[in-house]
């Protein structure tokens, strides 16, 4: 019977056959992990952000690169965007974290996007 163990490599996920020397990382796990995970809120966001104004793509095409990062936030936190390059996201990852006058953390949003991933968004959603 052969062995699996799980391994964190350099902020991936692998998978290692014990036995077969197959190593499995991040795009190959994740094509086999089941499609559970909710999808990114700013996804979402951005694509009723373009049904309103649908000068947003022309916005990003203009200001951002498709490598950039994005966190998006929901009009009951006051709404809009953030973002961040991909070279000082890799120093610091973008959080998106606002805090009420107390300095309690009232809304956060780990799960950065990028601005490809946004355009492919609102592609799928013409369809």
């Known amino acids: 019977m052969k062995k699996r163990i799980m ?10 056959s014990v036995g077969t020397a197959k190593t499995i990382v991040s795009d190959e796990l994740t094509a ?7 999808e990114p809120i700013t996804l979402q966001l951005a694509v009723e952000e373009y049904q309103k104004d649908n000068s947003f793509v022309e916005f ?3 200001y951002c690169s498709d490598t950039d990062f994005v966190i998006g936030y929901p009009d009951e936190v006051g709404g809009g965007f953030s973002f961040k390059d991909e070279a000082s996201s890799a120093a610091e990852p973008l959080v998106g974290e606002l805090l009420d006058d107390d300095g309690n953390v009232v809304y956060r949003d780990e799960q950065a996007v990028t601005v490809a991933e946004i355009k492919e ?3 799928q959603s013409q369809q």
């Open 7 to 16: 391994l964190p490599i350099a902020g991936a996920l692998a998978i290692v």
């Open 32 to 38: 086999l992990l089941p499609k559970t995970v909710a």
């Open 121 to 123: 968004a609102i592609l």
């Open 60 to 62: 990003l095409d203009t």
